[in-house]
């Protein structure tokens, strides 16, 4: 079992930034990857970006690219998210994810973006 912390979410303005991190506890050694998900209110939840955890390979979803930049901490097994030049639609609670061949999840943090 993997037990994941989200931390940073709050309220921004449109163009501000705000930084997002998540703590892994547990069985971390198995990570392939870990990862944000983020779901608005009536929406599916959605990929918005991951990183390898041996290689630190990133992907990201096209809505986020050139804004937001995942990084991961071996170390601390820590992950984060920098999420820059923030939209209304970026709204959303973002849960963090850790893929061992099964997911787990974080509770969530809420980011709001006001106009």
């Known amino acids: 079992q993997v037990q994941l912390v989200e931390s940073g979410g709050g309220l921004v303005q449109a163009g501000g930034s705000l930084r997002l991190s998540c703590a892994a506890s547990?069985?971390?050694?198995?990570?392939?990857?870990m990862g944000w998900f983020r779901q608005a209110p009536g929406k599916e939840r959605q990929f918005v970006a991951t990183?390898?955890?041996?290689?630190?390979?990133?992907t990201y979803a096209d809505s986020v690219k050139g804004r937001f930049t995942i990084s991961r901490d071996t170390v601390k097994n820590q992950v984060y998210l920098q999420m820059n030049s923030l939209k209304p639609e970026d709204t959303a609670v973002y849960y963090c994810?850790?893929?061992?061949?099964?997911?787990?999840w974080g509770q969530g943090t809420q980011v709001t973006v006001s106009s």
């Open positions: 990183v390898t955890w041996r290689g630190g390979r990133t």
């Open positions: 994810n850790a893929n061992q061949g099964v997911n787990y």
């Open positions: 547990g069985r971390t050694f198995g990570t392939n990857s």
